[in-house]
Each structure stands twice: as structure tokens, then as C-alpha cells.
């Protein structure tokens, strides 16, 4: 009969195990992605033919700009969660319990 720290030690390690798949296929899409990248810059739209060190140089920008994109969208989604956040928070406290349903106003006293 295993212990519960036998289990957890042989989950962890099929879960490492399965990172490391996952890995390598991701290093294979990403190869793949360069590759194509490479591919469609060794020619300008002109027709001309590209260096590899033109090509690189492309490619490095785009890899660039690509990280800039990806920060600035990981700060838009960081203000947009405060704001949502800040919108909701005089919400909270005013509900007591979240499980009631609402209730339906009276009418027949308002009139």
C-alpha cells in the first residue's frame, strides 16, 4: 500500500514528465514558426532576394516588436482586472448573501 507521499511524488513526476513533452513539441512549433518566418523574408515584396543577415535582422525586429506587444497587452489586461475591481467593489459589499435569489418588488404597496 503506497503513502500519500508516494502518490503525491509519483504525480509530481508524471507532471514533470508531461511538461517536458509538452516542451518539445512547443520547440518544434516554434522551429517551425521561424523557419516559415525565414522563409517568407528571404525575398522582399519588391522580389528582391534578402541576405541572412537581412532576413535575421527582420526577424529579430519582429521578435522584438512581438515582446513589446505581448507587455503592453499583459499591462492593458493588469489595468482593465483593477478597474474591474475598483467597478465591483461597493458592489460586494453591499450583498449580504450572493445564494438568494432577487426578490420582486411589490407593486400593489407603491400604488
Known amino acids: 500500500m503506497t ?3 508516494e ?4 504525480l509530481q513526476e508524471n507532471l514533470v514528465e ?14 517551425v514558426m521561424i523557419s516559415d518566418q525565414i522563409l517568407q523574408e528571404t525575398v522582399s515584396p519588391e522580389g528582391e532576394v534578402r541576405s ?3 532576413c535575421g535582422e527582420i526577424i529579430k525586429e519582429s ?3 512581438g515582446l513589446c506587444l ?6 492593458d489586461h493588469k489595468n482593465f482586472q483593477y478597474s474591474v475591481s475598483e467597478f465591483f467593489l461597493d458592489d ?19 400604488f
Not at 502518490?7 to 509519483?10: A, M, N, P, Q, V
Not at 508531461?18 to 518544434?28: G, Q, R, T
Not at 460586494?92 to 418588488?105: C, H, L, N, T, W
Request: with cysteine; net charge negative.
Open 3 to 5: 503513502t500519500r507521499i
Open 70 to 75: 505581448a507587455k503592453d497587452l499583459d499591462a
Open 92 to 110: 460586494e459589499e453591499d450583498d449580504d448573501s450572493e445564494d438568494e435569489p432577487p426578490r420582486a418588488a411589490n407593486i400593489s404597496s407603491t
Open 7 to 10: 502518490k503525491l511524488i509519483k
Open 63 to 65: 521578435f522584438n516588436a
Open 52 to 54: 541572412a543577415e537581412q
Open 18 to 31: 508531461s511538461l517536458n513533452k509538452i516542451n518539445v513539441k512547443l520547440e518544434k512549433i516554434c522551429a
